[in-house]
Nanobody, 125 residues
């Protein structure tokens, strides 16, 4: 059974940085795609970024390119989301998700089979 556990959220001032972690277990192949989503209060969930577990190919939401970086450490079974130059509008609950379908033509826009519990990020002065 795949399990995902997020950590690293918290309160940060505008302009600051955070690194979120998604610790994964139970992967049965190297073809998983792992994604980060976020949901702000009163808004729909939106995709942030995704990465191929096998070869590290990554995609980003256009609005976040240049500020957010996704990476993975296969030895630690962990995917990271490094968020720089944070803005109040980045506030929300951040989730990681995984699917064994791999990173294909649809990029991050797929149905994910596994979800973590999420971690809160608050950007405020």
């Amino acid at each position: 059974q795949v399990q995902l556990v997020e950590s690293g959220g918290g309160l940060v001032q505008p302009g600051g940085s955070l690194r979120l972690s998604c610790a994964a277990s139970g992967f049965t192949s190297g073809y998983y795609v792992i994604a980060w989503f976020r949901q702000a209060p009163g808004k729909e969930r939106e995709g942030v970024s995704c990465i191929s577990w096998g070869d590290g190919r990554a995609h980003y939401a256009d609005s976040l390119k240049g500020r957010f970086t996704i990476s993975r450490d296969n030895a630690k079974n962990t995917v990271y989301l490094i968020m720089n130059s944070l803005k109040p509008e980045d506030t929300g609950f951040y989730y990681c998700a995984a699917d064994p379908a791999g990173l294909g033509p649809a990029a991050c826009d797929i149905e994910y089979a596994y979800w973590g519990q999420g971690t809160q990020v608050t950007v405020s002065s």
